[in-house]
């Protein structure tokens, strides 16, 4: 079975990328290859210039820490720990030292300045998904994947989340790429990539909520094109 199939393709430092498809297109796959989480079996992957592909895991581990930032759908937060503690983990796990007005400003980047003492199962999804992003933004990453972050939210709270990727990039200069079902969630993103399959199957820039509904619509009925 292969998830992932013959896809090369680069994106532009600076930019929001939603990834789009049909369940079991590959676009998780994609995320974890190109996030150094998952290894592809052959193949390259490169991030801010360096090769993720070449050295051994401990190397990868340092660089991904570093210059990576991952937001899942399902929040992956620590019950046990409250929101500052969620918040700094990556930065304790790469040895780096914890600035504790950084940590209330990145939180209340996301307007959780003051639940700083609160635990994940205090907090609302939303709330909940806004720590996993001030958890994913308080290295500096150079990257930030995320994998259906509106995934399980509402209308509203799936709108505050894509405004904090929108100025991750807008704001900060971040690279983001964020896989998503939703056709209003990637109308935020400058461009999508479509995956059918495990191969590109197209590519819009510049999406609106109806022209990327259209597009699904019609994924695999014909040749791939603009790739
Ligand atoms: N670790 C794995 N080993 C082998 N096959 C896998 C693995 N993970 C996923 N797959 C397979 O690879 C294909 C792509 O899966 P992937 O999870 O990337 O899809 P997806 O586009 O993210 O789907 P969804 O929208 O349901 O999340 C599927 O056929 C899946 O069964
Ligand atoms: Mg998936």
Do not use: W
Not at 26 to 55: F, Y
Not at 133 to 145: D, K, N, S
């Amino acid at each position: 079975m292969t998830a992932l199939d013959g896809v090369t393709l680069g994106l532009e430092r600076g930019t929001f990328t939603a990834v789009m498809g049909p369940s079991g297109s590959g676009k998780s796959t994609l995320l974890q290859c190109a996030a150094g989480l998952d290894r592809p079996d052959s193949g390259i992957v490169r991030v801010d210039g360096t090769e993720l592909t070449g050295g051994g895991e401990a190397e990868l581990t340092r660089f991904r820490r570093g210059r990576i930032g991952f937001v899942f759908q399902q929040y992956n937060l620590l019950d046990t720990l409250t929101v500052a503690q969620n918040t700094v983990l990556p930065l304790k796990l790469a040895g780096r030292r914890v600035d504790r007005r950084r940590v209330r400003d990145v939180l209340t980047a996301v307007g959780l300045g003051d639940r700083l003492g609160h635990r994940p199962d205090q907090l609302s999804g939303g709330q909940r998904q806004r720590v996993a992003i001030a958890r994913a933004l308080v290295t500096e990453p150079r990257v930030i994947f995320a994998d259906e972050p509106t995934g399980a939210l509402d209308t509203r709270s799936a709108r505050g989340v894509l405004r904090l990727l929108q100025d991750a990039v807008r704001v900060h200069g971040r690279t983001v790429v964020m896989v998503t079902h939703d056709p209003v969630a990637a109308s935020y993103a400058d461009s999508v990539l479509f995956l059918a399959d495990g191969r590109l199957a197209g590519r819009m820039d510049a999406p609106t909520p109806d022209r990327v509904a259209e597009r699904l619509a019609h994924l695999g009925d014909d040749v791939p094109t603009g790739v």
